[in-house]
Nanobody
Protein backbone atom coordinates (compact mmCIF):
# COMPACT_ATOMS: atom_id res chain seq x y z
CA UNK A 1 0.00 0.00 0.00
CA UNK A 2 1.20 3.49 -0.85
CA UNK A 3 -0.01 6.55 1.03
CA UNK A 4 0.68 9.93 -0.54
CA UNK A 5 0.50 13.13 1.49
CA UNK A 6 1.74 16.68 1.61
CA UNK A 7 -0.50 18.33 -0.93
CA UNK A 8 -2.43 21.50 -0.32
CA UNK A 9 -3.07 25.04 -1.44
CA UNK A 10 0.06 27.04 -2.14
CA UNK A 11 0.70 30.39 -3.74
CA UNK A 12 2.62 30.69 -6.99
CA UNK A 13 6.33 30.66 -6.31
CA UNK A 14 5.90 28.57 -3.20
CA UNK A 15 7.20 25.09 -2.49
CA UNK A 16 5.91 21.76 -1.26
CA UNK A 17 7.31 18.41 -0.30
CA UNK A 18 5.12 15.45 -1.10
CA UNK A 19 5.63 12.18 0.71
CA UNK A 20 4.69 8.65 -0.18
CA UNK A 21 4.91 6.09 2.59
CA UNK A 22 4.89 2.42 1.70
CA UNK A 23 3.54 -0.42 3.74
CA UNK A 24 3.51 -4.06 2.80
CA UNK A 25 6.25 -3.57 0.24
CA UNK A 26 9.86 -2.55 0.54
CA UNK A 27 11.14 0.42 -1.42
CA UNK A 28 14.55 -1.27 -1.41
CA UNK A 29 13.21 -3.58 -4.10
CA UNK A 30 10.98 -1.14 -5.99
CA UNK A 31 11.58 1.69 -8.38
CA UNK A 32 9.32 4.59 -7.46
CA UNK A 33 7.61 7.14 -9.64
CA UNK A 34 5.57 10.28 -9.25
CA UNK A 35 2.83 11.11 -11.71
CA UNK A 36 0.31 13.89 -11.83
CA UNK A 37 -3.10 14.35 -13.36
CA UNK A 38 -4.60 17.75 -13.97
CA UNK A 39 -8.35 18.18 -14.47
CA UNK A 40 -9.38 16.95 -17.90
CA UNK A 41 -5.92 15.67 -18.74
CA UNK A 42 -4.21 12.32 -18.78
CA UNK A 43 -1.96 11.17 -15.99
CA UNK A 44 1.62 12.10 -16.80
CA UNK A 45 5.00 11.01 -15.51
CA UNK A 46 6.88 13.59 -13.47
CA UNK A 47 9.88 11.87 -11.89
CA UNK A 48 11.16 8.47 -10.88
CA UNK A 49 13.98 6.95 -8.89
CA UNK A 50 15.50 3.50 -9.01
CA UNK A 51 15.20 1.11 -6.11
CA UNK A 52 18.77 1.71 -5.01
CA UNK A 53 18.26 5.45 -5.27
CA UNK A 54 21.20 5.82 -7.61
CA UNK A 55 19.35 7.05 -10.67
CA UNK A 56 16.62 9.66 -10.93
CA UNK A 57 14.71 10.48 -14.08
CA UNK A 58 12.66 13.60 -14.78
CA UNK A 59 10.51 14.93 -17.55
CA UNK A 60 11.80 18.11 -19.17
CA UNK A 61 9.04 20.00 -17.36
CA UNK A 62 10.26 18.77 -14.00
CA UNK A 63 13.97 19.39 -14.40
CA UNK A 64 15.20 22.15 -12.15
CA UNK A 65 12.05 22.48 -10.03
CA UNK A 66 11.26 18.92 -8.94
CA UNK A 67 13.51 16.67 -6.90
CA UNK A 68 12.71 13.06 -6.14
CA UNK A 69 14.39 11.26 -3.28
CA UNK A 70 13.83 8.19 -1.19
CA UNK A 71 14.61 7.07 2.32
CA UNK A 72 14.68 3.30 2.29
CA UNK A 73 15.01 3.17 6.06
CA UNK A 74 11.71 5.03 6.38
CA UNK A 75 10.25 3.25 3.36
CA UNK A 76 9.23 6.63 2.00
CA UNK A 77 9.76 8.50 -1.26
CA UNK A 78 9.57 12.27 -1.56
CA UNK A 79 8.93 14.83 -4.25
CA UNK A 80 10.19 18.32 -3.52
CA UNK A 81 8.68 21.01 -5.72
CA UNK A 82 9.88 24.60 -5.81
CA UNK A 83 8.77 27.69 -7.72
CA UNK A 84 5.28 26.30 -8.05
CA UNK A 85 3.16 27.50 -10.94
CA UNK A 86 -0.61 27.44 -11.44
CA UNK A 87 -0.09 24.83 -14.15
CA UNK A 88 1.35 22.49 -11.52
CA UNK A 89 -2.14 22.16 -10.09
CA UNK A 90 -3.00 18.47 -10.19
CA UNK A 91 -3.48 15.34 -8.18
CA UNK A 92 -0.06 13.83 -7.60
CA UNK A 93 0.28 10.06 -7.42
CA UNK A 94 3.13 7.85 -6.32
CA UNK A 95 3.64 4.43 -7.83
CA UNK A 96 5.92 1.44 -7.40
CA UNK A 97 7.45 -0.95 -9.90
CA UNK A 98 9.40 -4.08 -9.01
CA UNK A 99 12.06 -3.45 -11.62
CA UNK A 100 15.42 -1.74 -11.75
CA UNK A 101 14.75 0.97 -14.32
CA UNK A 102 12.42 3.94 -14.23
CA UNK A 103 9.32 3.45 -16.39
CA UNK A 104 7.70 6.63 -17.67
CA UNK A 105 4.35 5.14 -18.55
CA UNK A 106 1.59 4.25 -16.11
CA UNK A 107 1.64 0.68 -17.42
CA UNK A 108 5.11 0.24 -15.99
CA UNK A 109 3.91 0.50 -12.41
CA UNK A 110 2.03 -2.13 -10.44
CA UNK A 111 1.19 -0.35 -7.22
CA UNK A 112 -0.42 3.09 -6.87
CA UNK A 113 -1.16 5.46 -4.06
CA UNK A 114 -4.44 7.32 -3.74
CA UNK A 115 -3.08 10.71 -4.77
CA UNK A 116 -2.66 14.04 -3.05
CA UNK A 117 -4.07 17.27 -4.45
CA UNK A 118 -1.78 20.21 -5.10
CA UNK A 119 -3.47 23.50 -5.88
CA UNK A 120 -1.36 26.47 -6.89
CA UNK A 121 -3.32 29.69 -6.71
CA UNK A 122 -3.14 33.17 -5.29
Amino acid sequence: QLQASGGGLVQPGGSLRLSCAASGLSLRSHTMGWFRQAPGKEREFVAGITRGGGTARYTDMAKGRFTISKDNAKNTVYLQIISLKPEDTAVYYCAAAAIGIVPTSTQGYKYWGQGTLVTVSS
